[in-house]
C-alpha cells in the first residue's frame, strides 16, 4: 500500500504534467514559477524531474516560520528553447 506521501507526490506530478501539457495548447512555450521557496527540497526534486532549472534566486524574500528569512527560487522549463516569446508565468510558495 502507498504512502499518504507517495499518493500526493504522484497527484503533484500528475497535475505538473498537465499543466505543462495544457499550456501547449493556447501556443506557450515555456514555463516559469517566479517564487518557490528554496526550503522546499521535494518540490525542487519534482521539478527538476520535470525538466526545471534554476534561473534566478532571491535572497531572503521569504520569511520561513522555523528557519526566518530564506531565499526564493525563479525556475523554468522551456524544452530547450531560448527566449521564447510566449512564457507562462506563476506565483508559487
Do not use: C
Not at 58 to 85: C, M, Q, T, W
Amino acid at each position: 500500500m502507498e504512502s499518504f506521501s507517495d499518493i500526493v507526490k504522484g497527484i503533484a506530478k500528475f497535475l505538473s504534467i498537465h499543466s505543462q501539457k495544457t499550456a501547449i495548447e493556447p501556443g506557450y512555450l515555456a514555463m516559469q514559477f517566479n517564487s518557490v521557496v528554496s526550503t522546499k527540497e521535494v518540490v525542487m526534486e519534482l521539478w527538476k524531474k520535470l525538466g526545471y532549472k534554476i534561473i534566478g534566486r532571491i535572497p531572503i524574500g521569504f520569511r520561513h516560520s522555523k528557519l526566518g528569512f530564506v531565499d526564493y527560487l525563479i525556475i523554468k522549463e522551456d524544452n530547450g528553447l531560448r527566449d521564447a516569446p510566449k512564457i507562462i508565468s506563476f506565483l508559487s510558495y
